[in-house]
């Protein structure tokens, strides 16, 4: 059974960085297309950043562009999201995903607040 471990949260003020970990265990994260959502309160889920297999592409939402980076190390099973320049709007629960074909794997999520 693939777990997924968010961790790299906290309280931050505005214009800071964090850096999230997602910790894979129970595959390998190289066979895994891998995936940053978030969700505010009274929001919907939303895709944040993704990154392919492979590790040559990523995508990210036109909100994060610029200021959010995603990678991968498959030596340590491990996914990042290096954010910077962070805003109030940044604030809610960060999720990490990892998917292959029909499955999707979801971590607990780590909750991510900017203020002042």
């Known amino acids: 059974q693939v777990q997924l471990v968010e961790s790299g949260g906290g309280l931050v003020q505005p214009g800071g960085s964090l850096r999230l970990s997602c910790a894979v265990s129970g595959g390998t994260v190289s066979d895994y297309a891998m995936r940053w959502y978030r969700q505010a309160p009274g929001k919907e889920r939303e895709l944040v950043a993704g990154?392919?297999?492979?590790?040559?592409?990523?995508n990210y939402a036109d909100s994060v562009k610029g200021r959010f980076t995603i990678s991968r190390d498959n030596a340590v099973n491990t996914v990042y999201l290096q954010m910077n320049s962070l805003k109030p709007e940044d604030t809610a629960v960060y999720y990490c995903?990892?998917?292959?074909?029909?499955?999707?794997?979801w971590g607990r999520g780590t909750q991510v607040t900017v203020s002042s």
């Open positions: 995903n990892a998917n292959i074909y029909i499955l999707n794997y």
């Open positions: 990154i392919t297999k492979a590790g040559g592409r990523t």
